[in-house]
């Protein structure tokens, strides 16, 4: 089987508009989380996010491209563009053909959704923009970006909550390793920060009214965020051949369901998806200097991803570094997994290990090395990138070190 | 129907329970409510008496709303009507 390469990448985010600011906040520990700048926030009472600031989408797109982009298109457009530009590559002949684009996304064209519900419903409009399907539609980000470039292989989305990002890089993985495709542009787009979207998470009550705290024992819930990220693969051969340069190698995918609760983790099911990325990268525990965690900042996640880890990697997982960068940029749900993708190669290809901010106090549930509030300088040869979903879905990536 | 009655008629029916079996001295545990169920019933309680219940999932024990009995559930909705009405 062929290996994978990631010869391009790029982002937006609470944290920065491409990948060097990104990296760079990330590095510095800096926090992308504060007050939301949304309609009707006057009514909801969570009123922080990890919203992406100073984004002027008019001098990004033209009029009629904003006519069928809803906002987490936008943001898959932006972070493919970056990606590709990095890459070197054009989609010409017969590589467009051996190219596609899987992404992942949770809550599709949201704003789209919402806006659109409040001119019927509550403006008691009589109708709707035309193009409210084609923006609103799960697949409207992936389309996009294969149109945008001219990949004409195996292009959908994948929607499994706050692992679709994952799912969507663990596929496209499988795809340029298997041969099915040479290349494949994949990541995960979000843009759920939205009066309706955010509504919604409120019932669950799980979300924190002042900050995310991954790990920490004064952790009072997740906070939400949103952006994209899209990443290249490239058949490794193919990569080399042409002098590219590798950010870091896919090496492996596990995934694995619960079959149990559908908003309660397992510690069995996420251990289950480290064994299996471990097994398919075929690394021993004791290579991997870091592990991306999921690391929402609820309760019930990040006592339950420390056992896990605990149980997937023994005696090793005392020496590891688990990170939860969400503390930074927030949850981007369907979209997180690709974000945080740029934590690992941070820590692969720059040796810059992004920390777990606004942790305050140690918890006996999780007795980890959670590289507290501060970013480690560390040579790391390998790392997994976990996601756990509601649904108890789960999917974790495994890389190494170029 | 008071208050009292109102408040246990929630929880009885997300324990899939008759109101007569629920006593102040039950615990959401004892009723077999677990964290969905909580969630849930503090919904209903909302919806029910019209105010806004201060619960976080994450840290139930932090929150202004000690749910650690149906009695102590009660007082405090029948506290926070008060305060809100």
């Known amino acids: 089987m062929r290996r994978v390469a990631i010869t391009g990448a790029g982002t937006i985010n609470a944290l920065g508009h491409d990948v060097p600011s990104t990296l760079e906040a990330m590095r510095e520990g800096r926090c992308g989380i504060g007050p939301l700048d949304i309609r009707d926030i006057d009514r909801l009472s969570v009123q922080i996010g990890g919203q992406v600031r100073g984004y002027d989408e008019s001098a990004r797109f033209t009029r009629s491209q904003l006519a069928l982009h809803d906002r987490f298109t936008q943001f898959a457009l932006i972070a493919a563009e970056e990606a590709v530009d990095q890459s070197g590559l054009s989609f010409e002949s017969e590589l467009a053909l051996r190219s596609g684009v899987i992404l992942g996304n949770s809550g599709g064209g949201l704003s789209t959704i919402d806006d659109s519900y409040r001119a019927v419903y ?9 193009f409210v399907v084609p923006r609103l539609m799960g697949n409207a980000a992936a389309s996009a970006v294969s149109m945008a470039h001219g990949l004409r292989g195996p292009t959908f989305t994948a929607a499994s909550a706050c692992a679709s990002s994952n799912h969507a890089m663990g596929l496209a993985f499988q795809m340029v390793r298997s041969g099915l495709a040479d290349v494949m542009l994949a990541g995960g787009s979000e843009a759920m920060l939205c009066f309706g979207g955010l509504k919604a998470w409120e019932g669950l009550r799980v979300m924190s009214p002042d900050a995310c705290r991954p790990f920490s024992a004064t952790r009072n819930g997740m906070v939400q965020g949103e952006g994209a990220a899209v990443f290249v693969f490239e058949d490794w051969d193919r990569a080399q051949a042409r002098g590219a340069e590798i ?116 918890d006996p549930d999780c007795p980890l090395d959670v590289v507290p509030n501060a970013a480690r300088e560390a040579k790391v040869a390998a ?16 890389l190494r070190a170029a | 129907m008071d208050t009292r009655e109102r408040v246990i008629a929630i929880i009885a029916q997300q324990a899939l329970l008759d ?19 909580i969630v849930e019933s503090v919904f209903a309680i909302e919806e029910a008496f019209d105010i806004r219940v201060p619960f976080n999932a994450n840290a139930p024990e932090t929150s202004d709303f000690d749910i650690s009995s149906v009695g102590s559930i009660v007082q405090a909705v029948e506290r926070l009507a008060a305060e809100q009405a």
Do not use: Q
């Open chain 1, 122 to 130: 509550a403006e008691g409009k009589n109708r709707v923009h035309p």
């Open chain 1, 247 to 362: 950010l870091a190698e896919v090496a492996g995918f596990g995934m694995s369901a619960d079959a149990g609760d559908l908003v309660a983790p397992s510690v069995d099911g996420a251990e289950r998806a480290m064994r299996g990325a471990l097994a398919d990268a075929g690394l021993d525990p004791d290579e991997v200097g870091y592990v991306n965690a999921h690391g929402t900042g609820t309760a019930a996640n990040d006592r339950t991803e420390c056992a896990a880890v605990a149980a997937a990697f023994g005696n090793h997982a005392g020496r590891l570094m688990v990170s939860s960068t969400k503390s930074m940029h927030g949850h981007a749900i369907g979209g997180t997994g690709a974000i945080e993708l740029l934590a690992c190669i941070s820590a692969l290809r720059d040796g810059v290990v992004p920390p777990t901010i606004g942790w305050e106090a140690p």
């Open chain 1, 383 to 398: 790392c997994l990138s976990n996601a756990f979903a509601f649904g108890g879905l789960n999917a974790v990536l495994a």
């Open chain 2, 19 to 37: 109101p007569s079996d629920v006593r102040e001295d039950m615990t959401l545990a004892d009723l077999g409510i677990d964290s969905l169920g």
